[in-house]
């Protein structure tokens, strides 16, 4: 009976992750003047690509095929360790903040083999775009992984936000904004959000994990699109877990309240992307430094309590 509420908890993530992309989507659209797409379009999309056939260029082998659904894999993996509304994850144990920092290299590994096998200097430009980001982005968030740990004194993902209490943030505050603040930087760079890169563009100059994905069609882009919703709940669920300190009451209660703040910050991404612009390719390190000073400063004002 106690595995049946974390199985529960993870096939409502599986089922709600698309409503991510279409509320981010609703809140720009609503930026804009426009009506935008419906908020349950993503699975429209997913039903669509399935009924689809892949078509395959001559060059590519078993690596391109077998990098969406590797990618996918380690995104479900991932999910397992990770805790909903404050209450344990499906799996937990020791250190399995460091197994989900290296299934979600695992991820993005497959993706930039599969586009380098392609043999298209397109796809492959986009490929060295996206490890070069990683290199500032994994380092800041494995921080704030440690930063979070020392605060709480636990060594698992549900341990650590089981331990975020009121109290806590009374205590911690700093320390804590400093995390969430990184952790969001983290989530538009690792999501390719803007302002590190657009989700929408078509412009060469300036697609990073848009090009890697361009040849891909049928079932294998629907494990990439749903894979990247997948990852948007992840990122988003960190934070709500951060902004949404552990306390008594019914758990539906808590349920409903955890997806709403997951909603909202949906809706902040949506707005951060309505009002700025995407920055150069030069200056995005910089956005992901200032995640990495956020953690280690975190880190540093948490060892000197």
Not at 61 to 70: M, N
Request: charged share 15%.
């Amino acid at each position: 009976m106690e595995v049946i509420k974390p199985v529960s908890q993870y096939l409502a993530v599986l089922l709600l992750s698309p409503l991510l992309p279409g509320v981010i989507n609703r809140v720009k659209a609503m930026f804009a003047g426009r009506r935008g797409r419906p908020l349950a379009q993503l699975y429209f999309d997913l039903y669509r690509l399935f009924r689809k056939t892949p078509v395959y260029s001559r060059t590519t082998t078993w690596v391109f095929k077998a990098g969406p659904v590797v990618g996918l894999g380690a995104l479900l993996a991932a999910l397992a360790v990770l805790p909903f509304a404050g209450r344990p994850a499906l799996l937990a144990f020791e250190g399995d903040f460091i197994f989900l920092i290296y299934l979600l290299g695992l991820a993005r590994f497959a993706a930039v083999l599969a586009a380098l096998d392609t043999g298209s200097a397109f796809e492959g430009m986009g490929a060295s775009r996206e490890m070069q980001f990683a290199v500032f982005a994994e380092p800041a968030f494995f921080l704030g992984f440690a930063a979070l740990a020392h605060i709480t004194g636990q060594g698992s993902l549900s341990g650590m936000f089981g331990s975020l209490t009121g109290d806590l943030w009374r205590t911690a505050a700093p320390v804590l904004a400093l995390l969430t603040a990184s952790f969001f930087i983290v989530l538009l760079a690792e999501n390719s959000r803007v302002p590190a890169d657009d989700p929408d563009t078509h412009l060469e100059l300036t697609m990073i994990h848009e090009a890697m994905v361009l040849d891909h069609s049928g079932p294998e882009l629907a494990f990439i699109l749903f894979g990247a919703a997948l990852k948007l709940w992840l990122f988003g669920s960190l934070i709500a877990c951060m902004v949404l300190p552990r306390h008594g009451g019914l758990g539906a209660f808590n349920t409903a309240l955890f997806i709403l703040v997951l909603f909202g910050v949906a809706a902040a991404v949506g707005v951060t992307e309505s009002i700025t612009a995407r920055l150069r390719l030069t200056k995005v390190p910089y956005m992901l430094i200032t995640a990495f000073t956020f953690s280690a400063l975190a880190l540093i004002f948490q060892m000197g309590r």
